[in-house]
């Protein structure tokens, strides 16, 4: 009503402001509006300080909640919202009590992406302070967030010396959140993350990768699909720098893979498979070079085919 405002909404703003100076101490930290909420809280960049100026490394966004309850998705859209988010997502608890936060990775949301098809809906449970490990297998619905990746109190994050590690530890983790995120953005079904880590340490004993899932045709022609273009400029750097071995062969598997594009012969390749024509002596067309090492390479294949 006019001249008002619900006490739960505005004991969840404090811990949002609370959470926002927090993050603002590794970089920049954007409030979302709250008519604008659609599931985070904060929009947030890792910036490095080079002389007088902060650079922005990484960009991230978070949710806040105040207090270890799941944090739940309870339909297949939100849940495909959350998997899908182009950006790292960290889950922060905040402790008004005593102005302490948690912050918490989110690779469980790889590793149900990773088992398809994706749970109609999935449950993300914060952890204790301590020693972390990799994500256990339950149901594929309900996930431990197990330890946080970060824990501190608004005194402790002002110390430069805390700080400094506190950004190591969050880099460790955007790196983390940055790797699986091109395997979903590639249709790769897998993900990655440290074998074990301690609260405010960066992790160690290996990574565990974890490749549950069976791929399907489209997921197989999606993950094909996103190397096109490093393929054609890795055949054509190497190319370039006398690597022709290595050249030829990524040249070979770009012509299998993409020879029926519309647009092939506009790519930098053209340039390479000139060059090769004109050191082998094939020019009746941009491709013959490649296409007859091609076609002897099949020839060979099918004598291991028939053996």
């Given at each position: 009503m006019?001249?008002?405002?619900?006490?739960?909404?505005?004991?969840?703003?404090?811990?949002?402001?609370?959470?926002?100076?927090?993050?603002?101490?590794f970089?920049?930290?954007?409030?979302?509006?709250?008519?604008?909420?659609?599931?985070?809280?904060?929009?947030?960049?890792?910036?490095?300080r080079?002389?007088?100026?902060?650079?922005?490394?990484a960009?991230?966004s978070?949710?806040?909640?105040?207090?270890?309850?799941?944090?739940?998705?309870?339909?297949?859209?939100?849940?495909?919202?959350?998997?899908?988010?182009?950006?790292?997502?960290?889950?922060?608890?905040?402790?008004?009590?005593?102005?302490?936060?948690?912050?918490?990775?989110?690779?469980?949301?790889?590793?149900?992406w990773?088992?398809?098809?994706?749970?109609?809906?999935?449950?993300?449970?914060?952890?204790?302070?301590?020693?972390g490990?990799?994500?256990?297998?339950?149901?594929?619905?309900?996930?431990?967030?197990?330890?946080?990746?970060?824990?501190?109190?608004?005194?402790?994050?002002?110390?430069?010396?805390?700080?400094?590690?506190?950004?190591?530890?969050?880099?460790?983790?955007?790196?983390?959140?940055?790797?699986?995120?091109?395997?979903?953005?590639?249709g790769?079904?897998?993900?990655?993350?440290?074998?074990?880590?301690?609260?405010?340490?960066k992790?160690?004993?290996?990574?565990?990768?974890h490749?549950?899932?069976?791929?399907?045709a489209?997921?197989?022609?999606?993950a094909?699909?996103?190397?096109?273009?490093?393929?054609?400029?890795?055949?054509?750097?190497?190319?370039?720098?006398?690597?022709?071995?290595?050249?030829?062969?990524?040249?070979?598997?770009?012509?299998?893979?993409?020879?029926?594009?519309?647009?092939?012969?506009?790519?930098?390749?053209?340039?390479?498979?000139?060059?090769?024509?004109?050191?082998?002596?094939?020019?009746?067309?941009?491709?013959q070079?490649?296409?007859?090492?091609?076609?002897?390479?099949?020839?060979?294949?099918?004598?291991?085919?028939?053996?």
């Amino acid at each position: 009503m006019p001249g008002s405002t619900s006490a739960n909404f505005h004991e969840g703003s404090r811990s949002e402001y609370l959470a926002q100076y927090a993050f603002a101490s590794f970089g920049t930290a954007v409030p979302v509006p709250h008519q604008e909420d659609t599931g985070l809280d904060l929009y947030c960049t890792l910036t490095e300080r080079i002389g007088q100026q902060i650079w922005p490394r990484a960009y991230f966004s978070v949710q806040v909640k105040s207090d270890t309850s799941s944090w739940r998705f309870s339909s297949p859209g939100s849940v495909r919202w959350l998997i899908e988010n182009p950006l790292p997502v960290f889950l922060c608890v905040v402790n008004k009590q005593d102005a302490s936060l948690q912050i918490f990775h989110t690779c469980p949301r790889f590793y149900a992406w990773s088992l398809p098809p994706l749970p109609n809906s999935l449950e993300l449970n914060p952890g204790t302070r301590g020693e972390g490990e990799c994500v256990q297998w339950k149901d594929g619905i309900s996930f431990s967030l197990s330890a946080p990746i970060l824990a501190f109190t608004i005194t402790e994050i002002q110390n430069d010396a805390f700080k400094e590690q506190a950004k190591d530890v969050l880099k460790y983790w955007l790196d983390v959140e940055e790797q699986n995120l091109r395997r979903v953005k590639s249709g790769i079904l897998g993900c990655s993350m440290p074998y074990k880590y301690k609260t405010n340490q960066k992790g160690d004993g290996g990574i565990v990768f974890h490749r549950t899932g069976y791929p399907s045709a489209e997921d197989t022609k999606r993950a094909i699909s996103s190397v096109e273009v490093q393929l054609g400029w890795i055949a054509e750097t190497l190319f370039l720098n006398g690597d022709i071995g290595g050249a030829v062969r990524a040249a070979l598997l770009h012509r299998y893979w993409f020879k029926d594009d519309d647009d092939y012969r506009a790519r930098a390749l053209t340039r390479m498979n000139m060059a090769l024509g004109d050191k082998l002596g094939k020019k009746n067309y941009v491709f013959q070079a490649i296409d007859e090492l091609g076609a002897s390479l099949d020839k060979a294949l099918e004598k291991v085919g028939q053996g």
